[in-house]
């Protein structure tokens, strides 16, 4: 693993266990390194945290939103499927995710993670365009997509077998989603 790789996984693991509020210095001791050689990789720790946000939505997109079918629910769903699947099997990253998106830098930063909202706003817009989706505004119906995903992987995930009762029970949560963003007409169809 290279160097910046160890320092975005070692944070990344320090920030889930202790906040944002942990220090650099606690950062140096875990992962092992000096001072001068995490501020050669990184400018900053505000940085650092914004930036490992940025990678794992990349990662999610990346890793599950490649899913195309004609039938646009179907497609939606297997989207959805594969990002809260991420979400059980990656436990860590889920959770940092979490926690930047509940904390300040959210806020603060939103216009220095905007570009990680480009996708999902492109998914929503194609349906919204399509007559699919209800025309509320993109940004409300991509943070209701995400409260979706990360309340339904949190939901698995306090349960004794995350993967199995997400085997089980994801459709019924999904049908649940899409009773509430669908436009009737062509949900009914």
Not at 89 to 111: A, D, R
Not at 122 to 140: E, P, S
Request: hydrophobic share 40%; net charge positive; with cysteine.
């Amino acid at each position: 693993m290279s160097k910046k790789k160890d320092i975005y996984s070692g944070a990344m693991q320090l920030f889930v266990e202790k906040g944002f509020a942990a220090s650099v210095n606690e950062l140096i001791d875990r992962i092992g390194i000096a001072k001068g050689t995490l501020y050669h990789h990184i400018s900053s720790k505000e940085q650092l945290i914004i930036d490992i946000y940025k990678q794992l939505m990349f990662e999610v997109e990346e890793q599950c939103v490649n899913i195309l079918t004609d039938d646009q629910k179907e497609n939606t769903k297997q989207v959805f499927s594969g990002i809260v699947k991420w979400f059980i099997t990656h436990p860590t990253k889920f959770y940092y995710i979490n926690v930047f998106e509940s904390s300040p830098y959210m806020k603060l930063h939103f216009g220095l993670v905007d570009e990680t909202k480009d996708g999902p706003r492109r998914f929503i817009m194609q349906k919204v365009n399509m007559g699919i989706l209800k025309a509320y505004k993109t940004d409300m119906i991509a943070f209701f997509d995400f409260a979706f995903t990360r309340a339904t992987a949190n939901y698995f995930l306090s349960l004794p077998k995350p993967l199995k009762s997400f085997q089980d029970e994801f459709d019924k949560a999904f049908d649940m989603y899409w009773d509430g963003v669908a436009n009737k007409q062509i949900s009914r169809s």
